[in-house]
Nanobody
Framework: VHLIESGGGLVQAGGSLRLSCAPS????????MGWFRQAPGKEREFVSA????????DYADFLKGRFTISRDNSKSTVYLQMNSLNPEDTAVYYC??????????????????????WGQGTQVTVSS
């Protein structure tokens, strides 16, 4: 296991959660980090990603500004602050890492197949 997620749980609609992702056994400080999610019966989908320096980040259009990604390279940790959660956000959330160098193109970071390292996932359940 290279990445370990934490912070998932059960929350009521309108509530907030903060997910964390920390490496295990190696550093990912020079890697882009991303969050993906997978709901039952659906494919894994892009949620958000951030460059290795933290200088650029992107979000899925459906989020409408509710989530914020950040990273603290001194702690080798990436975070996903999730606000105004709704039942449609219920899914297993996965942390991922990839070495895109200084490139930051949607064709790269939006595709699941381009991410090299994955965590085991953390369950987020939003009740109505």
């Amino acid at each position: 296991v290279h990445l370990i997620e934490s912070g998932g749980g059960l929350v009521q609609a309108g509530g907030s959660l903060r997910l964390s992702c920390a490496p295990s056994g190696r550093s990912f400080s020079t890697y882009a980090m991303g969050w993906f999610r997978q709901a039952p019966g659906k494919e894994r989908e892009f949620v958000s990603a951030i460059t290795w320096s933290g200088g650029s980040s992107d979000y899925a259009d459906f989020l409408k500004g509710r989530f914020t990604i950040s990273r603290d390279n001194s702690k080798s940790t990436v975070y996903l602050q999730m606000n105004s959660l709704n039942p449609e956000d219920t899914a297993v959330y996965y942390c991922a890492a990839a070495n895109f160098g200084n490139s930051w193109l949607p064709d790269e970071f939006l595709a699941v197949k381009n991410w090299n390292y994955w965590g085991q996932g953390t369950q987020v359940t939003v009740s109505s």
